[in-house]
């Protein structure tokens, strides 16, 4: 019989997949794993014979981490191997306040196809259950310890697996679990214009991150498929509807790549796009990624595109970079089978 995984399971569903006949006991379980029970002997309230009894039906984790890579910066990457063989990468980045945030996966590998973007370069090959995207969660604070935020911003289009992304969120918000607040989760889009209406219109209400990159309509075809059919204008007026529906600011993020999108031509272009927008502007330079054509700004092309944006009157954030010697930056994951 094939054991039943737990951990994208909420307590009436684990009460029931177990056929355990008091409801209770399943509310006890989701606990236990809400709070990083490694074992079912680590279920102390529970009898001998019954955490015996669901040794034999269930697992606590359907994944494992194969690979620990920790960069100089405190960044840490964990590898995680998955069920069938795929892996997926997940990531902590803690910031100046010591803030820790959970950098997750919602796919093996991604379907997107971002020039600038490692992942981008694997290919699709299938969504994470909502139990995987959980337990990197869990895995992440069992090595780091508690969690202050979860980002949907590792391998994967969120948009292309939000049924997977509401549950896991359903389980890791719920109160009688882990109870991490929903305004702690943010969702990254490369700009899928109907994913961001159905996340305003149904939820979960989270923050939302649109991967701008450039508001350039030639240029973001060509560095960026997903605009083809998700063209600036439309996806303009998604971001707009999605701050006026649920009152949170929207994260424009761009990845500034030497030469392509920092000129003031894409200063002035981008200044368009945002102007009446509420909205922050997260600006980042390109990490470097082996074998694709772009390189890294200078300090000097990355303060002058800030300050033109700046002196627009718009809200900017320059991120620090961190993770980079272990393949944990931004657009730098890039494994889809472990070794």
């Not at 100046?96 to 973007?117: H, L, N, Y």
């Amino acid at each position: 019989m094939e054991k039943i995984a737990l951990a994208g399971l909420l307590p009436e569903e684990i009460t029931e997949q177990l056929a355990i006949p008091q409801k209770f006991r399943g509310t006890q379980i989701f606990k236990w794993i809400g709070s990083g029970a490694k074992t079912f002997d680590d279920m102390t309230n529970l009898s001998l014979s019954f955490r015996e009894e669901l040794k034999e039906k269930a697992l606590l984790r359907s994944s494992a981490v194969s690979q620990v890579l920790i960069d100089p910066d405190g960044t840490i990457k964990l590898q995680i191997t998955l069920s069938d063989g795929g892996a997926v990468e997940t990531v902590l980045l803690t910031d100046k306040e010591g803030r820790k945030t959970a950098c997750v996966s919602c796919q093996v590998g991604c379907g997107m196809k971002c020039a600038f973007c490692q992942t981008g370069q694997l290919g699709l090959s299938r969504n994470l259950t909502p139990g995987e995207i959980v337990e990197q969660f869990l895995f992440l604070e069992e090595q780091c310890g508690t969690l202050d935020n979860i980002v949907f911003m590792g391998m994967g289009e969120p948009m292309q697996n939000l049924a997977g992304i509401r549950k896991a969120v359903s389980v890791l918000t719920d109160k009688q679990g882990r109870a991490l607040s929903a305004r702690r989760i943010t969702l990254s889009t490369s700009g899928v214009i109907k994913g961001i209406y159905d996340l305003a219109d149904n939820g979960p209400f989270i923050r939302l991150a649109v991967s701008l990159t450039t508001a350039d309509e030639e240029l973001r075809e060509q560095i960026m498929p997903v605009n083809k059919g998700n063209p600036l204008p439309e996806l303009r007026k998604a971001i707009d509807y999605y701050a006026k529906k649920t009152g949170k600011r929207v994260t424009l993020e761009a990845a500034l790549l030497k030469n392509r999108n920092t000129g003031r031509e894409s200063a002035e272009r981008m200044i368009q796009f945002a102007s009446g927008l509420d909205v922050n502007i997260n600006l980042i330079p390109w990490n470097p990624v082996p074998g694709l054509d772009f390189e890294e700004p200078s300090s000097a092309e990355v303060k002058n595109f800030v300050t033109m944006i700046e002196t627009a009157g718009l809200n900017v954030t320059l991120r620090t970079r961190r993770g980079r010697k272990i393949g944990g930056a931004c657009g730098q994951l890039g494994k889809s089978v472990a070794k």
